[in-house]
Nanobody, 125 residues
Framework: QVQLVESGGGLVQAGGSLRLSCAAS????????MGWFRQAPGKEREFVAA????????AYADSAKGRFTISRDNAKNTVYLQMNRLEPEDTAVYYC??????????????????WGQGTQVTVSS
């Protein structure tokens, strides 16, 4: 009932920046929390950042603190992930996900009921 379309991935040199976007459609009024996960080849999918839809409260993984910023534009039904000072270890497929039940900001695969298709981020050394 919620559709998520991601964009903004690409190839960037170490130290550079990218901004990911996730546009939501459908029953967007049901979204409580929205955020990002990432998964590198051979690695577990891990939480990156999340934001509450109405209040704008945020949560970050330790790997993202100080470098990544999550924000949202409610008029556009879009959440952004600004990624600065990128490192090769940030290379992964980044997924947008939503929690429509209000489980909490620290999202897990079990609490997210809708997912985007993923966008590839590659950071070269």
């Amino acid at each position: 009932q919620v559709q998520l379309v991601e964009s903004g991935g690409g190839l960037v040199q170490a130290g550079g920046s990218l901004r990911l976007s996730c546009a939501a459609s459908g029953r967007t009024f049901s979204i409580y929390n929205m955020g990002w996960f990432r998964q590198a080849p051979g690695k577990e999918r891990e939480f990156v950042a999340a934001i509450t839809w109405t209040g704008g409260r945020t949560a970050y993984a330790d790997s993202a603190k100080g470098r990544f910023t999550i924000s949202r534009d409610n008029a556009k039904n879009t959440v952004y992930l600004q990624m600065n000072r990128l490192e090769p270890e940030d290379t992964a497929v980044y997924y947008c996900a939503t929690d429509t039940y209000g489980y909490g900001l620290y999202l897990t695969e079990d609490t997210c009921d809708y997912w985007g298709q993923g966008t590839q981020v590659t950071v070269s050394s």
